[in-house]
C-alpha cells in the first residue's frame, strides 16, 4: 500500500531522514511555518534507507559535493522572502534483499 507522508525538516543546512526502504521523496514546501518533504511510502515496504537532505539558500555557498543528489525543489519562506533550494540522496539503506 503506498501512502504519501509529510517529513518536517529542521532548518539545517544537511539532515538526515529515514524512510521506509520503498520510499521516494516527491517535493519540498513551505507549510504552516516549516519546511517539509513529501514522500511517497510503500508502508508494506521491508528495511529502511536513510536520506541525506541539503538546503542551500540562494546566495550561500555550497559546502559539499551534491553531484550525487537529485534535486528536489525550491522552497520560498514568505514572511522572509529567503529562498531554499532542497537536494536529497540515499546514504544508507537496512534493506539486505
Do not use: C, W
Not at 517535493?27 to 528495511?47: F, I, M, N, R
Not at 534507507?49 to 550561500?60: D, P, S, V
Amino acid at each position: 500500500m503506498k501512502t504519501i507522508y509529510k517529513y518536517k525538516l529542521d532548518g539545517t543546512e544537511v539532515q538526515y531522514i529515514k524512510l521506509p526502504f520503498e520510499s521516494e521523496i516527491l517535493s519540498a514546501a513551505y507549510v504552516a511555518g516549516d519546511v517539509v518533504v513529501y514522500a511517497l511510502v510503500d508502508t508494506k515496504s521491508e528495511g529502511e534507507k536513510f536520506m541525506e537532505i541539503l538546503a542551500y539558500g540562494t546566495g550561500h555557498e555550497i559546502s559539499k559535493n551534491i553531484s550525487a543528489h537529485k534535486f528536489i525543489n525550491t522552497v520560498t519562506i514568505p514572511e522572509s522572502g529567503l529562498v531554499f533550494h532542497v537536494f536529497a540522496k540515499m546514504i544508507r539503506s537496512t534493506n539486505f534483499f
